[in-house]
């Protein structure tokens, strides 16, 4: 079953203007990951936030992690043609605070940017 | 560090065929998992292993389905008598430990015809 939502499902933006993804879930986590697929690719890992962090930064990305609201967002600055694919949260379900280190996607988020 | 490496990356068969794919994880990883997505939808999970004991398998994995780490070290996936619904790209992932990042491989592309 699908635990993730993300939201939009479709993104249209232009090169240079930022980019907001948001994911909610419904169980308690160990961690979440956002991940990058190009059109017909593999999975490119992004960023693993833990459940008690609230925010981390790799390059132009930022993550942050509500698990009061079970919800996290990926912000991409200052966007290039090359971000455009889809983009998904992954998260790490547990019970009791053990990571099972099995995730559960979204439908994931379609990025284009144009140029 | 070369990645997780999957093969073939496409295969096309017919229905009722079996087909097996392979998967490399990163050396040293402890923890090998198979995915399944099909057209716009995120991967959904079928099993992992660690070392080479399979921990967990989905209802999605039916009887047809069967996969494999002899050695804790590559593992195979076969899928026995395909059908058209088994079109899908099948993910391989392979982590050190539980609750580290999870690195994906290119995937193998699975048509029925």
């Known amino acids: 079953s699908q635990q993730g939502e993300e939201d939009p499902q479709a993104l249209s933006i232009q090169e240079g203007e930022n980019a907001t993804m948001n994911c909610s879930y419904k169980?308690?986590?160990?961690?979440l990951q956002w991940y990058r697929q190009n059109s017909g690719r593999g999975l490119v890992h992004l960023i693993l936030?833990?459940?008690?962090?609230r925010e981390k930064h790799s390059g132009r990305l930022r993550v942050t992690l509500d698990t009061s609201k079970k919800s996290s967002s990926l912000l991409i600055t200052a966007s290039r043609a090359a971000d455009t694919a889809s983009y998904f949260c992954?998260?790490?379900?547990?019970?009791?605070?053990?990571?099972?280190?099995?995730?559960?996607f979204g439908q994931g988020t379609i990025l284009t940017v144009h140029p | 560090d070369t990645g997780v490496s999957q093969d073939p990356r496409h295969k096309i068969t017919k229905r009722g065929q079996n087909v097996t794919f392979r998967c490399d994880p990163i050396?040293?990883?402890?923890?090998l998992y198979w995915y399944r997505q099909t057209l716009g939808q995120g991967p959904e999970f079928l099993t992992y292993f660690q070392n080479e004991a399979q921990l967990e398998k989905s209802r999605l994995l039916s009887d047809r389905f069967s996969a494999e780490r002899p050695k804790g070290s590559f593992s195979t996936l076969e899928i026995q008598r395909t059908e058209q619904g088994d079109s899908a790209m099948y993910l391989c992932a392979s982590s050190l430990i539980a609750g580290n990042t999870i690195y994906f491989g290119e995937g193998s592309w699975l048509t029925v015809v």
């Open positions: 992954a998260t790490d379900a547990s019970s009791g605070g053990t990571s099972y280190g099995k995730l559960t």
């Open positions: 169980t308690s986590i160990n961690n």
């Open positions: 050396s040293e990883h402890n923890r």
């Open positions: 936030i833990r459940s008690n962090e």
